[in-house]
C-alpha cells in the first residue's frame, strides 16, 4: 500500500488488527487512497472482509475484535457513529428499498442535503441519465435487470457525497458478459466522481481496473493460543 501522512491523504487506514476471539488474527498492511482511486481487496469467503467492511462503516462487529485508526482528510473517524463518517456501502444484494421506485430510492440518499422537491427531481433525473437509466424514475427494483439494480445502488451511494464508498461484492449474481460491463462502468463512475473506494471480491477478474491491489492475508495466531 502507499506510504503517506494523514495530512496529505484524503482517506487513510493504519494499524488495523482483526482479532477473533478463538485466538487466530489477521493484521493489515497500511492503506491510503486519493480521491477516485480504488482498492480491489480478494480474498475467499468467510474469511473476515464483510466484517472489515462494516467496521470501517462504524458498525459493531461481536464476535470480531478490531483495532485501528482511520482517518479521512485529516479527522480521525473511529468514534463517530456511522451517519458522521462520510463512508457509504454498497452491498452484494444492492439493498434497494422494494417498495420505493427508482426516484424514492434516489431521493433517500439526499434526505440531508436541504434540497427542495423541485431540486431533488431534477438532480436525479440529471444523473439518472448520466447512467444510461434516463426515464427509469418511477420503475421499480423489481422490474429492473442485475446491472440496473447495481449502477441503481451505486448512484445512491454517491448522491450522499461521501468521501469512501465500500462496495461489498457488489457484482455478484450477474451473469459474466454483464458482469465484466458493470464492472467496467463502476470504476469508471467512482473515478469520475472523485470518490475513493474500497471494493471487496473473491473473483480477480472483479478487481483487475482498480489502482491498488491487496490479497487478504491469512490468518495468524499468536502463540499463548497454541
Not at 174 to 197: H, K, M, N, P
Request: hydrophobic fraction near 40%; glycine fraction near 6%; charge should be neutral.
Amino acid at each position: 500500500m502507499n506510504q503517506a501522512s494523514s495530512n496529505d491523504t484524503p482517506i487513510l487506514i493504519s494499524s488495523c488488527v482483526l482479532r477473533w476471539q478463538q485466538g487466530p488474527f489477521i493484521r493489515l498492511p497500511e492503506i491510503s487512497l486519493e480521491q477516485g482511486e480504488t482498492l480491489g481487496v480478494m480474498g475467499p469467503s468467510g474469511c473476515g472482509k464483510s466484517t472489515w467492511l462494516r467496521w470501517l462503516l462504524g458498525v459493531p462487529q461481536p464476535y470480531v475484535t478490531i483495532s485501528g485508526t482511520i482517518t479521512i482528510a485529516g479527522k480521525v473517524m473511529n468514534s463517530l457513529p456511522i451517519e458522521q463518517r462520510s463512508i457509504g456501502l454498497v452491498m452484494q444484494e444492492q439493498a434497494l428499498f422494494p417498495h420505493y421506485t427508482v426516484a424514492e430510492n434516489l431521493a433517500f440518499a439526499l434526505a440531508q442535503q436541504k434540497l427542495s422537491l423541485r431540486e431533488q427531481k431534477a438532480l436525479i433525473k440529471e444523473q439518472l441519465n448520466t447512467i444510461g437509466l434516463a426515464n427509469y424514475e418511477n420503475r421499480k427494483p423489481h422490474q429492473l435487470s442485475g446491472g440496473e439494480r447495481a449502477r441503481i445502488a451505486l448512484l445512491r451511494a454517491a448522491l450522499a457525497k461521501p468521501q469512501l464508498i465500500l462496495l461489498d461484492e457488489p457484482f455478484k449474481g450477474l451473469d459474466q458478459a454483464r458482469r465484466r460491463q458493470v464492472c467496467e462502468w463502476t470504476y469508471a463512475f467512482l473515478q469520475s466522481q472523485g470518490i475513493a473506494a474500497i471494493i471487496v471480491s473473491h473473483e480477480q477478474n472483479d478487481l483487475i481496473d482498480a489502482q491498488q491491489q491487496l490479497m487478504w492475508p491469512q490468518p495468524q495466531v499468536d502463540e499463548e493460543f497454541v
